[in-house]
């Protein structure tokens, strides 16, 4: 099984609709991290999470919400999709220090038309 | 202030010859830096990470890195390629906050492709 898993691996909405993925880890981590991919912008972040009650956002929020339901699950929603939050989006996990590398999910491609 | 810079957004290579992803970074600490490369359909998976012992460093599938402080740099190289490299590789900085926390910083990315 995957260290870190995310549903669902594909979605196809519509503008305006409100939309949720999620993300649950076996790795044990506090760490978890939402991140977008878009061509040739490599990934940004979105949220991240340093334990249950510890939410932050990251440089491209606006539009995005997280939830941190339990250590192992971290969920992030859309409440209004739009257009241009078309991408492919990657939950992360990893430990506590800057040398600990991080663990990825493979991704939700989501398309909203 | 944090930067990652992959100097090449594709790079293109015979089977067989040597590859070369170059990468340069700003940081104002001793920063952990890391290779990941990405198949498609799938997520970053950690080729390397260089974490302030040795300056050469390597990782999976013959794949190793060289951290060059003088420079900057920490480019990934691979002495013969294969069909198999093919993929997108990603440079990324770590670097320690005050707080405790650390910021990290991706590269945009090199697409790797690779011809029999």
């Known amino acids: 099984d995957a260290d870190v898993t995310q549903t669902p691996r594909n979605r196809i909405t519509k503008t305006g609709k409100r939309i949720m993925l999620e993300c649950s880890q076996t790795?044990?981590?506090?760490?978890m991290y939402w991140y977008r991919q878009d061509p040739g912008l490599g990934l940004r972040l979105i949220y991240y999470?340093?334990?249950?009650?510890?939410?932050n956002k990251g440089e491209i929020s606006d539009g995005y919400s997280v939830s941190r339901q339990a250590q192992a699950k971290f969920s992030l929603s859309l409440e209004s999709a739009i257009p241009n939050q078309t991408a492919l989006y990657f939950c992360?996990?990893?430990?506590?220090?800057?040398?600990?590398?991080?663990?990825f999910g493979d991704g939700t491609r989501l398309s909203i038309l | 202030a944090q930067s990652v810079t992959q100097l090449d957004s594709h790079v293109s290579v015979s089977e067989g010859t040597p590859v070369l992803l170059r990468c340069n970074y700003s940081?104002?600490?001793?920063?952990?830096l890391f290779w990941y490369v990405q198949h498609p359909n799938k997520g970053l998976q950690l080729l390397l990470k260089?974490?302030?012992?040795?300056?050469l460093v390597k990782g999976i599938n013959g794949f190793e890195a060289e951290f060059k402080k003088s420079e900057t740099s920490f480019h990934l190289t691979k002495p013969s390629a294969h069909m198999s490299d093919a993929a997108e590789y990603f440079c990324v900085v770590s670097d320690p906050l005050g707080t405790g926390g650390f910021k990290t910083i991706f590269g945009a990315g090199t697409r790797l492709f690779v011809k029999a």
């Open positions: 260089y974490t302030s012992a040795a300056t």
């Open positions: 992360a996990t990893s430990g506590t220090a800057s040398n600990q590398p991080q663990h």
């Open positions: 790795k044990g981590h506090d760490r």
């Open positions: 999470s340093f334990d249950v009650k510890d939410i």
């Open positions: 940081s104002s600490y001793s920063p952990s």
